[in-house]
């Protein structure tokens, strides 16, 4: 691989304005896709294989009326006062006959018929309904329905919009955090380079990548459907990978231009040493977030791929435009000098902080491992009580509109009125099925985790029945997760098995419940894959035992120990007001997937880039220990530099209102920050002067069989050496 890298360093270098060109125009090509055929995100999704989407697919076939989506409005009156004066009667009736009128609505429930108001009369609600999924809807109509309030709003009533098609179109996002995390790079770069033409060279190129990646991603929402998390977590990751990516391949050229190399051979060889373990690496997150398919479900396949798609772009990037941009700076790459231009050389490393470190870590690798997995146990504690779930509407911001429906309706009706369940029973082939849906609604109000029961509505076919349910618990709490799960299991399953008909529990609450549940279920599989593709990969590469152990518990701690972190801020509540979060939620579903596919590609970047060096000097000296501490000195300043690029963009997120896009920034950051600072700087080397030369133990059967991948291109530096002698 290191061959065919410096080759294409060489054609980079000498191609550059093609090769520029080139890239200018794939992002010209996709931008204009994406703008022709290109589509809008959603927070709507389908989990195939669950009892809620049978139930969903179900409605679809019989009961097409009621298998669209919904929106509600919410009405509320000032206080003092209530709903049932012939004013705020006719206020609401001239709002729902707005709604009515609005595109693609098929029917406005009327509260005081529907009895939807609450016991005090004070707040009532209008059920909308759409004959297609949310992210069908175009967001005009959206808009038009949201403009339907006026009459009542002019009568004095507060008006508030919800529902799942409200969520589902949900105000855009500004791009505050982007900026922050890419400024705060910026001035990483230059305190590493000192020079503001070497700073600028990484941001461009990443740039460049997310602005292709979310082009992407908008093209590919045309076609299916993708999440609206999906754009933050590319932009989030496509900057991070592609900073630090270019960071490792720009340190490389200068150390290389510092020791006498033409501006051509400078960065070729950047590109087959660097370059090669940013593609390992690069390829390592590719391929795990691209795993995230095997879990089949359909928002999360699209999230990983767009994700992936974007750290493929940053690679390929790095390895193409990035050297034509090194021949095109030339020797003004440390032009604009910003304070001492640094190089990288050795002599800078072994005069730096973090040469103190590592020799302080190696004289004492005993108590630096014990200190360091102290901490990251210490942080992982909180993780044994992690509950996984997904937010709804009571986590968003209380200036959103579906927040302030949400919270209206909790105040007149309980808190379960924001999470409906719907049960769906099916009849066909039943003798009586009237006296089945009288089981169903006799057993569920019985239980006293349901508030309600609401009336049947059978289809046309007389086959199909919706039974409303509504919890006395919110839709994101324990409790209503419970009911689910018992309903299902212990409510409505003698029920079929004696009379043959098929109840299922379904709406948007118990998808969001069997959405965890299926990802708790995969989160064991998906784990061992990861941590055994580790294992594989490090075996290959660096040719020992040690090495690929430690890599996996490592691994599980920096996952165990961000996890923790997470667990006490988002589920206990510390420290949820230095982050801005208004109230505790449940750890995001998907979140642990993604964190490990992630973490999982950013440590082996840090893994190879440190243990390469460690392992180069080893074969030339022999000496383990001194080999630990050269290697580290040599990359520990531009590992601590990628890892305060990273950190800073991750974090930058949590200035988000969105709890969803807070926890990625805290679950990233915190994970990048204990990788690159405990396991990285103490774990790792303490460990591995601790094995001393045991550490490179491999079988001689083993060593025969496994390829020579030669990731840091050690073996061409050899060979070029030697020519050049």
């Known amino acids: 691989m290191s061959k065919i ?16 060109a080139a890239w200018l125009a794939v992002f010209i090509a996709v931008a ?45 009156a000032p206080e003092g006062e209530t709903l049932q004066t012939p004013e705020a009667q006719a206020a609401v009736a001239a709002t729902l006959a707005r709604a009515a009128d609005a595109p693609e609505v098929v029917e406005v429930s009327d509260p005081f018929t529907t009895g939807t108001v609450s016991p005090e009369g004070t707040v009532a609600f209008a059920q909308v309904q759409y004959a297609t999924a949310t992210n069908d809807i175009e967001d005009a109509s959206v808009a038009a329905l949201r403009a339907t309030g006026g009459p009542a709003t002019a009568a004095g009533l507060e008006v508030a919009f919800g529902g799942d098609v409200i969520e589902g179109h949900g105000e855009e996002l500004g791009h505050t955090s982007e900026l922050i995390g890419l400024g705060i790079a910026v001035l990483v770069l230059l305190f590493s380079f000192g020079s503001v033409v070497a700073m600028g060279l990484p941001i461009v190129s990443a740039l460049l990548g997310v602005a292709i990646g979310l082009s992407g991603i908008t093209l590919l929402a045309g076609f299916t459907d993708v999440s609206a998390s999906a754009p933050t977590l590319a932009t989030m990751i496509g900057l991070a990978v592609g900073i630090d ?51 089949g479900i359909p928002f999360l396949t699209a999230m990983g791929l767009g994700a992936a798609f974007t750290v493929l772009l940053a690679v390929v990037i790095a390895v193409t435009l990035l050297p034509a941009l090194l021949g095109f700076a030339g020797a003004n790459i440390d032009r604009w000098r910003v304070g001492r231009t640094k190089t990288g050389s050795a002599a800078e490393s072994h005069a730096t902080l973090s040469a103190r470190w590592a020799r302080g870590v190696i004289a004492r690798p005993g108590a630096a491992l014990a200190v360091g997995l102290a901490i990251m146990l210490v942080l992982a504690v909180p993780v ?28 007149g009706f309980g808190p379960g009125f924001n999470g409906p369940l719907s049960v769906v029973v099916d009849t066909a082939g039943v003798a009586d099925p009237e006296a089945v849906v009288a089981q169903v609604v006799a057993a569920a109000g019985e239980d006293p985790g349901v ?35 018992h309903l299902r299991t212990d409510v409505f399953a003698p029920i079929e098995s004696a009379s043959g008909a098929e109840v299922a529990v379904a709406g948007q609450t118990a998808v969001l419940i069997d959405v965890s549940d299926k990802m708790s279920a995969a989160l064991p599989v998906f784990m061992g894959l990861v941590i055994g593709l580790t294992m594989l990969l490090l075996l290959v590469v660096f040719r020992s035992i040690v090495v690929p152990i430690k890599a996996a518990l490592a691994i599980l701690l920096s996952i165990a120990s961000s996890f923790g972190v997470l667990v006490a801020v988002f589920q206990w509540g510390w420290f949820m007001g230095l982050v801005g979060l208004e109230e505790t939620v449940p750890i995001i579903s998907f979140l642990p997937m993604l964190m490990f596919a992630v973490l999982f590609g950013l440590s082996m970047d840090y893994e190879v880039f440190i243990l390469s060096r460690i392992r180069e000097d080893y074969v030339h000296t022999g000496k383990a220990r001194e080999s630990v501490l050269s290697g580290l000195t ?8 990628a890892a305060l690029i990273m950190i800073s963009v991750f974090a930058s997120f949590i200035l988000s209102d969105d709890p969803t896009i807070k926890m990625f920034g805290v679950g990233f950051s915190i994970a990048v920050l204990l990788d690159a600072t405990i396991v990285r700087m103490m774990i790792v080397p303490a460990v591995m002067a601790l094995f001393d030369d045991k550490a490179w133990w491999l079988p001689s059967w083993l060593d025969r069989l496994i390829p020579d991948l030669d990731v840091e291109g050690q073996h061409l530096i050899e060979e070029l050496d030697h020519l050049d002698q």
Request: no cysteine; charged share 20%.
């Open 451 to 485: 508030l309600t029961v609401g009336q049947p509505t059978p289809n046309e076919a007389g086959d199909t029945t919706i039974v409303p349910v509504i919890p006395r618990t919110s839709p994101s709490s324990e409790g209503t997760e419970r009911l689910v799960h």
């Open 32 to 76: 204009a896709g994406s703008g022709a055929f290109g589509g809008a995100t959603s927070s709507a999704f389908a989990i195939p294989g669950t009892e809620s989407q049978q139930a969903f697919d179900l409605l679809e076939e019989r009961f097409p009326e009621r298998s669209g989506s919904s929106a509600r409005i919410v009405f509320a």
């Open 634 to 641: 040599s990359s520990a300043r531009v590992i601590t530099a």
């Open 245 to 295: 990516y270019a960071l490792f391949i720009v340190t490389r050229h200068r150390q290389n231009l510092a020791e006498g190399h033409d501006i051509e051979e400078s960065a070729a060889r950047a590109t087959a040493t660097a370059g090669g373990a940013v593609v390992f690496a690069g390829m390592t997150v590719v391929i795990a977030l691209a795993g995230l398919t095997v879990i």
């Open 5 to 20: 890298l410096y080759r294409l360093g060489h054609w980079s270098v000498r191609r550059r304005r093609r090769v520029l």
């Open 384 to 411: 044994l009580s992690m509950r996984l779930g997904m937010p709804d509407a009571g986590t968003a911001p209380a200036s959103t509109s579906h927040r302030q429906a949400y919270d209206l309706l909790a105040e």
